[in-house]
């Protein structure tokens, strides 16, 4: 059976009535999550079978994620509107001016007007600009806890931590691997932190894509015929401020802009 075929469509055809059963804060969320390709629709528990098999498809290759997630992105524009700007700015870390709200992300500012229109002095990456839009709309506010844990150790994120690892752990591993100055260049050019090695990890780096939503990116050289390996961590109160697709998300934009940042330095390209 076809899969929806727009956000829209999906969050027309749930009760909206936010019961958190499926495990996402609200109805919209939900939808979000259908459409990144985090979700199934049979996880509405409110659905009836018809609905359910009528609605089936299951979006999973990346072109269809990059559309599904544009699609998502102008459903969470239309729900900026109803944000008072002024007030999310206490709760996100960021300020209020101009009738704009502007985050620091990586450093960088990035602003979003009463119109949902994005602005900022860097590529706006779509992976990065949807869990933005989840963060200002629904975020909690709750600040970081200082504690690390794993994508799998996030609410929802246990089934869906395979995929994680191999699009987000696996790819930023095949980066470090030959893109010997990775780490150097988060520090310099993302705002990142080198901190005392974590987990006996050769090298650990923490970054604030969201002001609330810190990340720490652990590499192990390899060693005596072992492999590298890689593992993103996440503060243990970021499931307060983003649902886990917006967690995938985030970890996919940052891989991407790893790989283009090798390209620029002269690697090749990693499949």
């Known amino acids: 059976m076809p899969a929806p075929k727009n956000a829209m469509e999906v969050f027309q055809l749930l009760d ?9 804060k609200t109805c919209l969320a939900f939808a ?12 509405c528990p409110k659905l009836s079978p018809d609905v359910i098999e009528r609605f089936s498809g ?28 002024s007030s999310a700015a206490g709760r996100t870390g960021g300020r209020s001016e101009n009738g704009r709200l502007t985050l620091k ?7 979003v007007d009463g119109q949902g229109n994005l602005y900022s002095d860097i590529h706006i990456n779509p992976w990065v600009a949807a869990p933005f839009f989840d963060y200002v709309i629904n975020g909690k506010g709750v600040d970081p806890t ?7 150790e996030l609410k929802n994120g246990k089934d869906r931590y395979p995929l994680f690892q191999k699009r987000c752990e696996e790819a930023m591993q095949q ?29 650990s780096v923490v ?28 503060d243990k109160s970021t499931d307060q401020n983003l649902d886990i697709g917006s967690v995938f998300s985030l970890g996919a934009g940052l891989t991407q802009m790893f790989q283009k940042l090798a390209l620029r330095h002269g690697f090749a390209e990693i499949s």
């Open 16 to 24: 909206k009535s936010n019961c958190r059963d499926c495990g996402e």
């Open 32 to 43: 979000g999550a259908v459409f990144q390709g985090h979700r199934k629709i049979s996880e």
């Open 58 to 85: 299951d979006p999973t290759d990346l072109n269809t994620l990059e559309e599904n997630r544009e699609a998502f992105m102008e459903m969470m524009k239309q729900q900026i509107s109803h944000i008072d700007l």
């Open 105 to 111: 992300i990586l450093g960088k500012d990035f602003s």
């Open 146 to 152: 200082g504690q690390w844990v794993s994508f799998r």
């Open 175 to 203: 980066v470090a691997d030959s893109y010997t100055d990775l780490f150097d260049d988060l520090v310099h050019l993302f705002s990142g932190r080198q901190v005392e090695r974590q987990f006996e990890s050769d090298i």
């Open 207 to 234: 970054l604030h894509p969201l002001p609330k939503v810190p990340i720490m990116i652990c590499y192990w050289r390899p060693d005596e015929g072992l492999g590298s390996s890689l593992n993103i961590f996440f």
